[in-house]
């Protein structure tokens, strides 16, 4: 089997890395509008949610397959010898999200 029959040619370290890069980058950005969400809530709603219960499960489903998307494409990145995220890894990924 060669390298490029797994994927694995010219690229994919850089092609690993966006996917890395991406994911946890999306993984910021949900957390961000949901903490900005509770805040708007808190304010101005009373504490009551904005999303209806079928739309709260959906954004929490979501948020989990992203959660699991970064932290493998994590594991593959370090399986390939990529270097590890380091300095910008907010609490080593939040310690891999809890050690899924």
């Known amino acids: 089997m060669t390298t490029e029959y797994l994927g694995r040619g010219q690229g994919h370290n850089e092609r690993l890395?966006?996917?890395?890069?991406?994911?946890r980058a999306r993984?910021?950005?949900?957390?961000?509008?949901?903490?900005?969400?509770?805040r708007v809530e808190a304010k101005y709603l009373d504490g009551h949610r904005i999303h209806f219960p079928a739309t709260a499960r959906a954004w929490s489903e979501q948020?989990?397959?992203?959660?699991?998307?970064?932290?493998?494409?994590?594991?593959?990145?370090e399986l390939d010898g990529l270097d590890p995220v380091g300095a910008n890894s907010p609490d080593?990924?939040?310690?891999?999200?809890?050690?899924?």
């Open 17 to 23: 890395a966006t996917l890395r890069s991406a994911a």
């Open 27 to 38: 993984v910021a950005d949900m957390r961000a509008l949901e903490a900005a969400r509770a």
């Open 63 to 77: 948020l989990d397959l992203m959660e699991q998307l970064a932290v493998l494409a994590d594991r593959l990145a």
């Open 92 to 100: 080593a990924f939040d310690t891999r999200v809890a050690r899924r």
